[in-house]
């Protein structure tokens, strides 16, 4: 009796907060964010989006008016650093406490788009600004999904959709599958949608601090509430 006790006293603290899921669903609310301020406010770059990244790359290089090979680059370098240091700590802190993980990744993104609004508020006109704000935010959204796919929960990549729409349709029952997971996938849909609307929103309106602030109190919030459950 007292072992089982034990068992759970040690395993209660990674059950405590919010499930990954919501978790994952409002971070990927915070890239539909990240990717209305880096496109409309940064020359038309994405810091969170990758594939849309690399299609941007190639319009830039084509020489299409409004898109920038330096600020494209910028991003891209910037994502792969991220990533790069989101699977170093992935393997220090991978064996650990999933709760203590997906805490410690979420407060450094926090951290780094509070930055990033700081900047935005202060120099909101210098060249140099674009820049930090790029590769800041880059960098960000690189340790992020290096975190999310090393936790591996299904379906809920946080920056992109297509993987999620394809499983969406091709495992509806219209598709002949058993649309099981369809309420997460729709969720996810939603959630980078509605993030979006919210950031263009507020970049039109109020420029760009606003936006980085409410991403970094969001991500904030979730660093302090997160467990590690599904």
């Known amino acids: 009796m007292s072992t089982e006790t034990e068992e759970s006293t040690e395993s209660a603290p ?3 907060g919010l499930r ?3 978790v994952l669903l409002a971070l990927t609310l915070v890239s539909g964010l990240i990717d209305a301020v880096s496109y409309l406010g940064l020359g038309h770059v994405f810091t969170a989006n990758m594939t849309g990244n690399v299609v941007v790359l190639g319009f830039a290089a084509a020489g299409a008016p409004g898109f920038s090979v330096p600020h494209t680059v910028t991003s891209l370098a910037s994502f792969l ?3 790069v240091v989101g699977g170093r700590i992935a393997v220090r802190l991978g064996r650990g406490s999933r709760r203590r993980w997906a805490r410690l990744t979420l407060a ?3 951290a780094l788009l ?3 609004a700081v900047v935005a508020f202060v120099a909101p006109d210098d060249t140099a600004t674009v820049y930090t704000l790029i590769a800041v935010t880059a960098f960000a959204m690189g340790l992020r999904n290096a975190t999310v796919r090393r936790l591996g929960v299904p379906d809920i990549t946080t920056t992109v959709l297509t993987m999620t729409l394809t499983g969406l349709a091709a495992d509806s029952r219209a598709g002949g599958g058993p649309g099981t997971r369809s309420p997460r996938r729709s969720a996810a849909v939603v959630a980078m949608v509605v993030g979006a609307a919210l950031g263009a929103w507020l970049v ?3 420029g760009l601090g606003i936006p980085l602030l409410v991403t970094a109190v969001l991500v904030g ?6 467990s590690g459950r599904e």
């Open 221 to 226: 919030v979730l660093a302090v509430v997160a």
């Open 114 to 116: 509070g930055a990033s």
């Open 204 to 206: 039109l309106h109020h």
């Open 108 to 110: 450094a993104e926090a």
């Open 14 to 16: 990674e059950d405590r």
């Open 20 to 22: 990954l899921v919501p």
């Open 81 to 83: 650093v991220g990533a």
